[in-house]
């Protein structure tokens, strides 16, 4: 899906590509803010109001997200750190998406808190658990499927059960994993 920003003027392909790239690179606070400026045509007060942040974090958001861009985009590398404003709203947002999780957790019967560790991505951290959580035998059929690319004949093989049984592991495997909390990103699209 192409996004198209409000406003924009006429670029050619590659630069639109670069462009696309060098926004995916983006930390996801620092993307939201400025897909919900630029691709929503939001105002500063509206994306405040819907992240409940201050309009100061969005200026901050929008400022870094265009600094990180033009540096990318001349082939050069951002070394600035997070304004203050920015680095305080990412630590709320961060704090409620992470109570956030734990409750879809604990809906899911999986046992909250989390270890959260800020050097490691929070998806990182939900799905760890949401693995750890899965009964022994889904969860060894599932880390061969992903970690050995063994079909379901070679895992019912490997470990001498039947097909079927692997099939319908793999199902509760699949199954768990896509009850996951969404994305911080895409929690943060949503709030």
């Known amino acids: 899906m192409k996004r198209v920003m ?22 996801p606070l620092t993307r939201v803010v400025f897909l919900l400026h630029r691709v929503d045509d939001l105002s500063y007060e ?35 750190a997070m304004p203050e404003a920015l680095a ?3 630590a709320l947002l961060s704090r409620r998406y992470r109570c956030y999780c734990e409750g ?17 991505d929070d998806d990182v951290a939900v799905m760890r658990a949401m693995i750890q959580s899965m ?4 969860l060894q059929t599932f880390i061969l499927s992903e970690t050995g690319n063994l079909t379901c004949t070679q895992i019912a093989k490997r470990m001498g059960t039947f097909r079927w049984i692997v ?18 990103e895409r929690w943060l699209r949503g709030i």
């Open 135 to 138: 009964p022994s035998a889904v």
């Open 88 to 90: 305080d709203a990412h």
């Open 167 to 184: 099939r319908r592991r793999m199902l509760r495997a699949i199954y768990r994993v896509a009850q996951r909390p969404v994305s911080f």
């Open 104 to 120: 879809r957790l604990r809906a899911l019967d999986i046992p909250a808190p989390l270890d959260w560790d800020d050097g490691e």
């Open 46 to 80: 509206a994306i405040a109001c819907r992240l409940s942040i201050g309009v100061s974090a969005v200026e901050s958001g929008l400022a870094d997200a265009l600094y990180r861009l033009c540096c990318t985009l001349d082939g050069d590398t951002a070394e600035r």
């Open 6 to 27: 409000a406003n924009a003027p006429d670029h050619d392909a590659a630069t639109l590509v670069a462009l696309e790239t060098a926004t995916e690179a983006l930390l």
